[in-house]
């Protein structure tokens, strides 16, 4: 994929995650594209490494993937935060 893909995908995902994990976050706009973009690489490695297929590109399996990364970071920075 290239970069502007993932920024995007990643922005996508940033977004949707703290959507569903609403909080007060330290950080704004380029923190959830970081951990979109991270998330998406998380989410695609594990999924990857389960079967359950990679992040391949602005595509709906892909966002899950990239969203359920991102929402797996986002805990863990909150985790790590407090």
């Known amino acids: ?20 994990m609403p909080g007060r976050d330290p950080g704004g706009f380029i923190i959830t594209i970081i951990l979109g973009i991270v998330g998406a690489m998380v989410g695609g490695f594990i999924s990857t490494r389960l079967g359950f297929g990679d992040v391949t590109g602005f595509n709906l399996p892909s966002i899950i993937i990239a969203v359920l990364g991102a929402m797996l970071l986002l805990f863990l920075y909150r985790l790590i935060r407090r």
């Not at 994929?1 to 569903?20: D, E, P, R």
């Open 1 to 20: 994929m290239s970069w502007i893909i993932w920024l995007v995908l990643g922005l996508v995902a940033g977004i949707v995650a703290k959507l569903l």
